[in-house]
């Protein structure tokens, strides 16, 4: 059986070349992208071993909670002097004191190098004096700050900037921008930098001043004697401070801790990687399942007469899902090797952006080889496996009959299965949804693939009038379009899970569009009702983690005789009530100049350092009224009690809870401003205060001033950012669908050779025979489109209905977009009739008419 | 059933040339050690409003040498002429119009779209070629040929024998300068055949239509005005004004 096997697949290799592209398609991209986080993962593992290669001990600030998703720890600073007690206790060698935080170095042209907003940090660090914990290597020429106004940068930001040693350099820090002289330039162990980040290193006393606090340090790093063993070091450094709010770890543990941290968040990019990898394959799982049904009712004779000589239906079954584990296997080990390359050409691709991953070669884990191999053989094998079953069906006696290959029609059965499996998909999704249930994503995921598959079994019973409907127009006077419209309605289960697979990608598109209109709507009413500022200046990062703006910017801002109020708005990441969550600060005299945010009870104006306010919603779920207590868990400073002393509507501008610039002060650790926001004075014109305040923004080149349409429109790019990205990931699945038509009408117009040549023989013309292809696959890939309008259209508006509570309050058809996507697929079916146009033109009449 | 005299009086004017003719027609499969020579300069001439036989055992030539004239296929070398129009010079747009406009064709099976009704498949040739239908010469076809009521069925749900008859009305709806038919009666039953055979018969005297028929069937070709029998890709006899006995006699004759 297995010769009977493997001779069926090269006898119709051809016939199974687009579904074996299909499924390398999809696990080129799953093993592209394990390869790739893998690589990073290896290249982080590397820098952390590197880092603290010669740091046995790290003695660090206490925190109350790991605010997760902040790559950078959130750590109260530690006491310098606490320096010489470590250096007294046996066995230390060495101790090297830390201090980092934000700088930001500007290029001779005025123009920042690297944004932390959209790439790689800027840094500012203290230099080590010892050279066994300090990673940086001084060039010839250059030598370590001495000054108080010496820095040494890293060596891509030197090439970057144009810098040399010697030169005066500016650096934006949390105080106001000043100059530097370039002492050194240094390379960060073998790198230039490391992954792009640009590193400015400051004399202790300068980096206390501008990064932290003096007399402060972020973490004091241990050099041991050799020999001597890490915990033993820890628990002796440990004794010795005893009484002191800090905590020791070992070298090992602390860098075990950054590479999970590097590990975790890579999980996330990994996880949004494959769960586009998995789209891509569930589409092709429509290709291959038709590609086999196709297959087995064209070779239904040759099934036939292996029964008949006496093979068991298992054997036929065995015989097709041997084919399928073949394809599948030979496809996977192509997607594979495709993959990796793939993941070569990204790696290459990041380090034109800068971001240079070090490592020397990819890493190629075994899991990876599994995984890419297991599950592109699975979904051939499982999309085959109903094919398969119906090959068995076929009776020896048909054989020596002809056999109609007429589609049969379709069941009640079919609408029962389908309507049932159809309301557990969105039963499923809308639980995902609208509840809180544990593991919510695989709900909404599973919820919307389960709901794809029940179009697909009722697709083949609205196919028939659907395509009958869309295809009228084009029938109306013309023969080739009414060819092309009996041919799409001729097998309407053929026809209809074709243009499934089209279906998925389209619904996901509309879904995303939908999504994003409704969120720029929602942005763009709050904006219009709550933004009482002319103003807003960003420094592009809204997160306040990695950068921000000086505080000083804000100070100069309220000088301008042209400004009634400038005001920093800060942000920070907190617990309460056991959720981790993000919490604005602002001074908050000017905050009612600036914003409408609904005020229902109290008074923000006289908040004091340990007042809070809190939004309606809040109040009424934790039954919190004016003079309640709230406790709020800061990760450095820990826990602390606050006043409600307000209470507000518009939650979309202030978050849920609202801190007054005080109480950020005391408690964040990062003391810059996310935003600022400007009023101008009264009878300020838009161009003088606009020329006034640009003025002041000279000297920060982070900052963007946006007036209220500008600042829109940046929150409409961020989420265009986001939305292309998506497209661009969706694009596969859309490919693959699109490969899928080609694959049936290929397939189709080999088992309508006769027809064909008869056509040809009767008068069509070359041309008229591709105008029909075309025209079949525009009515296929019209309806897999309107079936994906629909689909993405109930998803966008349930999507959008459960991110009501994330601020999305309105809902947007964006019926111009979504016609754009419906006529995009139109063109991208005619692209895919292309080839399989031109092979059914070339058909020799003879041959066709004269076969058999 | 009427015949097509009684709808087709007035019916155009009847070409004088020879409606068709191969001249020194040689016609050469494959290559090398494979290579057959399928026609080795046959030269033929077909007389408008004349119907003619071709037979020939199997491997003969003759259904190459009708699709030669038809236009399906082209000569190695040598000459097609239909009227005074050569198809070797015609490039494969023009050799499709050639055929949808002045040629009519039945085969022996699969004559007919599936998708589309009878009626659709009748009026093909006309639709591709951006014409209307002349509805009542089309109707008065089907009548003479006894399909008028199976206009709207799709192939499927038609005997052997009508859809044989739609595929003669799509062949005669163009009016075409020659009919060619190859072994069209070779999947009918007898009364169904002679039926269709009475029909080509009575398009020839009633209307002039020249026939070109490749059969191996004696009785069949004794339809026809005259018999052309094929050896090995070369005319080698023909028989004016036949019969059953005489095609026979003349087989049994080349058989020795």
């Not at chain 1, 056509?759 to 309806?783: N, P, Y």
């Not at chain 2, 085969?107 to 009626?119: K, R, S, W, Y």
């Not at chain 2, 006894?146 to 044989?164: M, N, Y």
């Not at chain 2, 028929?213 to 094929?230: E, N, P």
Request: charged share 15%; aromatic share 6%; proline share 4%.
């Amino acid at each position: 059986m297995w010769r009977i096997t493997l001779k069926g697949v090269f006898a119709h290799k051809l016939r199974y070349a687009l579904t074996a592209l299909a499924v390398i398609l999809g696990v080129s991209f799953m093993a592209g992208t394990l390869v790739l986080t893998d690589t990073i993962g290896r290249t982080f593992d590397g820098l952390f071993t590197d880092i603290y290669h010669s740091t046995d001990a790290v003695v660090r600030g206490q925190q109350s909670f790991n605010p997760s998703g902040a790559f950078i720890d959130q750590r109260p600073l530690i006491s310098a002097t606490l320096a010489a007690k470590v250096r007294d206790v046996p066995g230390v060698r060495a101790v090297g004191l830390v201090i980092s935080g934000y700088a930001q170095l500007v290029a001779r042209d005025g123009k920042p190098i690297g944004n932390p907003a959209s790439g790689p940090p800027t840094i500012g660090e203290a230099w080590v004096n010892e050279p066994a914990l300090n990673p940086l290597r001084l060039l010839a020429g250059g030598h370590a700050p001495r000054a108080a106004n010496d820095v040494v940068i890293d060596k891509r930001s030197a090439s970057v900037g144009h810098y040399a040693v010697g030169d005066r350099v500016t650096v934006l820090s949390k105080l106001a921008p000043a100059a530097y002289v370039i002492s050194g330039i240094a390379t960060w162990g073998s790198v230039d930098s490391p992954l792009g980040a640009t590193i400015t290193v400051f004399t202790p006393a300068t980096a206390a001043r501008v990064l932290g606090t003096p007399g402060m340090v972020n973490e004091i790093d241990v050099a041991g004697v050799s020999g001597v063993d890490q915990d033993q070091l820890v628990a002796r450094i440990d004794a010795a401070l005893r009484g002191s709010r800090v905590e020791v770890v070992s070298g090992l543990s602390i860098t075990q801790q950054g590479q999970k941290t590097v590990h975790d968040a890579l999980g996330f990019f990994n996880t949004f990687l494959l769960i586009f990898a998995l789209i891509a394959l569930f589409v092709g799982s429509f290709l291959i399942f038709n590609t086999f049904t196709i297959i087995v009712a064209q070779r239904i004779r040759e099934l036939a007469l292996l029964r008949a000589v006496g093979a068991s239906r298992r054997q036929v079954t065995g015989s097709v899902l041997g084919e399928a584990l073949c394809i599948g296997l030979f496809a996977s080990a192509i997607g594979l090797a495709v993959g990796v390359g793939l993941a070569a050409g990204l790696k290459a691709g990041l380090k034109a952006l800068g971001i240079d991953i070090p490592a020397s070669g990819l890493v190629v884990a075994p899991r990876t080889i599994v995984v890419a191999i297991a599950v592109g053989t699975l979904v051939t094998m499982v999309s085959a496996f109903l094919p398969a079953r119906r090959a068995a069906r076929v009776p020896p006696v048909a054989a020596m009959q002809d056999v109609i290959v007429e589609p049969q029609s379709p069941s009640s059965t079919r609408a029962l299965v389908g309507v049932l499996v159809g309301v557990a998909g969105v039963a499923a999704l809308l639980v995902g949804l609208f509840t809180k249930v544990a593991g919510r994503m695989g709900f909404v995921g599973g919820g919307a693939a389960v709901t794809f598959l029940s179009i697909a079994i009722l697709g083949p019973l609205i196919a028939r009038p659907v395509s009958r409907l869309i295809g009228s127009p084009m029938a109306w006077r013309s023969v080739t379009g009414k060819l092309a419209q009996e041919n799409a309605v001729r097998n309407p289960a053929r026809t209809s899970s074709t243009a499934a697979a089209l279906m998925i990608g389209v619904a996901l598109v509309t879904l995303m569009t939908i999504v994003a209109s409704s969120t720029k709507a929602s942005i763009n009413t709050i904006i219009d009702s709550s933004m009482r500022a002319d103003y807003v200046v960003s420094s592009g990062d809204v997160t306040g983690v990695t950068g921000g703006l000086s505080p000083s910017l804000q100070r100069q801002l309220s000088q301008l005789p042209q400004v009634a109020t400038a005001l920093g708005i800060r942000s920070g990441i907190v617990q309460i009530n056991g959720a981790t969550t993000t919490v604005k600060a602002a001074n908050p005299r000017g905050i009612l100049d600036l914003f409408n945010i609904g005020l229902e009870k109290g008074d923000v104006a006289s908040m004091g350092p340990h007042d809070i306010a809190v939004s309606s919603q809040v109040a009424t779920g934790r039954h919190l009224s004016l003079g309640s207590t709230v406790s709020v868990t800061f990760s450095s400073t820990g826990r602390r009690l606050f006043t409600v002393r307000a209470i507000y509507r518009t939650r979309e501008v202030a978050g849920d809870y609202f801190l007054p610039l005080a109480a950020a002060q005391a408690n964040f650790t990062q003391q810059l401003d996310v935003q600022d926001y400007v009023q101008l004075a009264p009878g300020v014109s838009a161009t003088v205060g606009r020329r006034a305040i640009d003025a002041v923004l000279a000297s920060y080149p982070t900052a963007t001033l946006l007036d209220q349409a500008q600042y829109k429109q940046q929150q409409f790019k961020q989420i265009d950012q986001v939305l292309n990205l998506v497209y661009g990931l969706l694009a596969l699945a859309v490919l693959i669908a699109l490969i899928g038509i080609a694959n049936t009408l290929a397939l189709s117009t080999y088992e309508r050779t006769r027809e064909l040549g008869l056509l040809r023989a009767v008068g069509m013309t070359r041309g008229q025979l591709r105008a029909s292809v075309r025209k079949e696959s525009l009515i296929i890939s019209l309806l897999g489109s309107a079936e994906g309008l629909i689909v993405g259209s109930l998803f966008g508006w349930a999507m959008v209905r459960a991110l009501g509570s994330q601020g999305i309050t309105e809902l947007v058809f964006p019926v111009g977009q979504l016609l754009i996507v419906a006529a995009l697929a139109g063109v991208a079916g005619i692209v895919a009739a292309l080839g399989p146009g031109r092979r059914a033109a070339r058909i020799d009449v003879l041959r066709a008419i004269a076969a058999e | 059933m009427t015949t097509l005299t009684d709808d087709i009086k007035d019916s155009p004017s009847v070409p004088i040339r020879p409606a068709a003719r191969m001249v020194a027609g040689v016609k050469v499969f494959g290559k090398g050690e494979t290579e057959v020579l399928a026609l080795n300069g046959v030269d033929a001439q077909f007389a408008a409003g004349q119907f003619t036989a071709v037979m020939g055992p199997s491997g003969s030539g003759k259904s190459t040498m009708l699709h030669c004239l038809a236009g399906l296929d082209r000569l190695t070398s040598g000459q097609v002429l239909i009227g005074d129009i050569d198809l070797q010079s015609l490039s494969d747009k023009e050799m499709t119009i050639m055929r949808r406009e002045h040629i009519g064709f039945v085969f022996q099976a699969f004559n007919l779209v599936p998708t589309l009704t009878a009626g659709e498949n009748i009026v093909l040739p006309l639709t591709l070629g951006g014409r209307k239908p002349d509805r009542e010469w089309v109707e008065g076809l089907a009548r003479a040929l006894g399909v008028e009521h199976r206009l709207a069925h799709r192939p499927s749900e038609l005997s052997g024998g009508q859809q044989q008859r739609v595929s003669m009305v799509r062949a005669l709806v163009t009016r075409p300068d020659l009919l060619f038919a190859d072994e069209p009666t070779g999947n009918l039953d007898s009364k169904a055949a002679n039926e269709l055979l009475v029909q080509i018969r009575g398009a020839v005297d009633d209307y002039n239509q020249s026939v070109v028929m490749v059969t191996h069937d004696a009785r069949a070709a004794s339809f026809a005005d005259r018999v052309l029998f094929l050896v090995d890709g070369s005319v080698v006899r023909e028989l004016n004004y036949p019969t059953t006995d005489s095609i026979l006699d003349a087989i049994r004759e080349l058989e020795e």
